[in-house]
């Protein structure tokens, strides 16, 4: 069966540190990939995505994300962490021979500590 | 564009009332999708539709929940009767069919409490 998976529910970072979060997947069909934020009390907005073509891709807000076909991840990476990317973080699939069904995860939540 | 609607914003019911949640997906959009979410289970897919018609409604948790999509422009999340554990935020969602790298567009979702 198709699924994503979040192996990390809960992060913390301290402001100007690295972050990655983690996203893999199951499925052998060719998948579609994204990202979304949700901040408190809002509804989900599109980070990023990747369908094809140069398997790094970047996103708003200064996020960038690497497809890795072999392990089946879409990690989502930034370089420095501000305080107003505490939010909650969710990956997302739609494998090509499913059509329109979008598969997410169970979502990352992220701290910042100033 | 206005992007995806939800109304109303915010719903307080007491057990065993019957609640309307709506959803107004972007113009040109043909396919919507009805999600909750709550800190156990986290983003569910309740339901999805294609030009206005049920496609997959395996995750509408039971036969209290009935959703409809009259047309291109306007869809109903119904539960009936409601009960305390199906307080979550319910998130319609839409998208162009055809494109099948596009996203999802969010609402900004309703938050249920039932009392």
């Known amino acids: 069966a198709q699924s994503v998976t979040q192996p990390d529910i809960h992060i913390t970072v301290s402001e100007g540190a690295s972050l990655e979060l983690r996203c893999n997947y199951s499925?052998?069909?060719?998948?579609?990939l994204f990202w979304y934020v949700q901040s408190p009390g809002q509804g989900l907005q599109l980070l990023l995505k990747y369908f094809s073509g140069d398997t790094l891709v970047q996103g708003i807000k200064g996020f960038e994300a690497e497809f890795k076909r072999s392990q089946s991840s879409f990690n989502l990476r930034k370089p420095s962490v501000h305080w107003s990317d505490a939010a909650e973080y969710f990956c997302?699939?739609?494998?090509?021979?499913?059509?329109?069904?979008?598969?997410f995860g169970t979502g990352t939540s992220l701290t910042v500590i100033p | 564009d206005a992007g995806v609607i939800q109304s109303p914003r915010h719903e307080v019911t007491e057990m065993g009332q019957e609640v309307t949640l709506r959803c107004k997906p972007i113009?040109?959009?043909?396919?919507l999708f009805w999600y909750r979410q709550t800190m156990m289970r986290g983003l569910e897919l309740l339901i999805y539709?294609?030009?206005?018609?049920?496609?997959?409604d395996s995750g509408m948790p039971e036969d209290r929940f009935s959703a409809k999509m009259p047309n291109a422009s306007f869809s109903t999340l119904k539960i009936q009767p409601s009960e305390p554990r199906d307080s979550a935020v319910y998130f319609c969602?839409?998208?162009?069919?055809?494109?099948?790298?596009?996203?999802?567009?969010f609402g900004p979702g309703t938050r249920l409490t039932v009392l």
């Open positions: 499925y052998g069909a060719t998948p579609y």
């Open positions: 997302a699939v739609v494998f090509l021979n499913t059509g329109n069904q979008f598969y």
């Open positions: 539709f294609n030009n206005n018609v049920p496609i997959d």
């Open positions: 969602a839409s998208r162009k069919l055809a494109t099948s790298t596009d996203t999802q567009y």
């Open positions: 113009s040109g959009h043909n396919s």
